[in-house]
C-alpha cells in the first residue's frame, strides 16, 4: 500500500470555525489531490499539487484553499467551515514514470459541520 | 470537458454468478485512460482495473474484465465468480496524460453480492 495519512479521520466542527486537514505521504510523489466524496457524486477534485508551492483549483474549489510547502504535505483548509462542507474527503497521490497514470488514495476524513 | 456516467446506481448479484457494470463517458481527447476502483466499506479506494485507451486488447485482472469500446466510449466492467468480498461502490474513472482537472471520477455504482 501506499504511504498516505491523512488527518484527523474524523471530525466535527460548527459552522464559521476554521478547519485543517492534513494529508502526509511517504512515496515522494509529485502531484498530490484532495477530493470531496458526496452521495450521487463520485469524487470531485477540490484542488491539487504539481509540486511543492505549485497548487491549482479543481471542479469545487470554493470555500478551500491548499497550501504544500514540503513534498510530503498536502493541507486543505475550510477558513469558515459550512454545513454545505460536511463530506468525506480524500487525499490522493500520484507519480511519474510508471506510477504516472494511477492514483492511490489515503483513508479518508469524515468532515462534519453543525 | 470530460464526463464520465454511470448509469446503475445500484445492482445485486448472486454469489459466484457474474456481473456487468456499466460505465460510459465523453471526451474529445484520443490518449486517456480509464479506470475501475472500489470502495468497500472500509471506505478505501482500492484499483481494480486500468485500461489504456491505445491498446486494443482488453484489460484482466484475475475475476475482472473490461470490456472497452473505444468509438462507442464505453467501458463495463464484469466480475466473475462474484464473492461476498466484491460488495462495494465501484466507481469509474478516466484520465488523460495532464493532471489535475483531467482525472474524473462517475457517481458509482453500488454493488452487493448475495449469499
Known amino acids: 500500500d501506499a504511504g498516505i495519512t491523512q488527518s484527523p479521520r474524523h471530525k466535527v466542527t460548527e459552522t464559521g470555525t476554521p478547519v485543517t486537514l492534513r494529508c502526509h505521504q511517504t512515496?515522494?510523489?509529485?502531484?498530490m489531490y484532495w477530493y470531496r466524496q458526496d452521495p450521487g457524486h463520485g469524487l470531485r477534485l477540490i484542488h491539487y499539487?504539481?509540486?511543492?508551492?505549485?497548487?491549482d483549483k479543481g471542479e469545487v474549489s470554493d470555500g478551500y484553499s491548499v497550501s504544500r510547502s514540503k513534498t510530503e504535505d498536502f493541507l486543505l483548509t475550510l477558513e469558515s467551515a459550512t454545513s454545505s462542507q460536511t463530506s468525506v474527503y480524500f487525499c490522493?497521490?500520484?507519480?511519474?514514470?510508471?506510477?504516472?497514470?494511477?492514483?492511490?488514495f489515503g483513508p479518508g476524513t469524515r468532515l462534519t459541520v453543525l | 470537458a470530460q464526463t464520465v456516467t454511470q448509469s446503475q446506481p445500484e445492482m445485486s448479484v448472486q454469489e459466484a454468478e457474474t456481473v456487468t457494470l456499466s460505465c460510459t463517458y465523453d471526451?474529445?481527447?484520443?490518449?486517456?485512460?480509464l479506470f475501475w476502483y472500489k470502495q468497500p466499506p472500509s471506505r478505501q479506494m482500492i484499483l481494480v482495473i486500468r485500461?489504456?485507451?491505445?491498446?486494443?486488447q482488453n484489460a484482466t485482472e484475475n475475476r475482472f474484465s473490461v470490456n472497452f469500446q473505444k468509438a462507442a466510449k464505453s467501458f463495463s466492467l464484469k466480475i466473475s465468480d462474484s464473492q461476498l468480498g466484491d460488495t462495494a461502490m465501484y466507481f469509474c474513472?478516466?484520465?488523460?496524460?495532464?493532471?489535475?482537472?483531467?482525472?474524473?471520477f462517475g457517481p458509482g455504482t453500488r454493488l452487493s453480492v448475495l449469499p
Open positions: 490522493a497521490i500520484s507519480g511519474e514514470g510508471v506510477s504516472y497514470n494511477e492514483q492511490f
Open positions: 499539487s504539481y509540486g511543492v508551492k505549485d497548487t
Open positions: 471526451t474529445s481527447e484520443s490518449n486517456y485512460y
Open positions: 485500461q489504456e485507451a491505445y491498446k486494443q
Open positions: 512515496e515522494n510523489h509529485r502531484y
Open positions: 474513472a478516466f484520465m488523460t496524460h495532464n493532471y489535475g482537472q483531467n482525472f474524473v
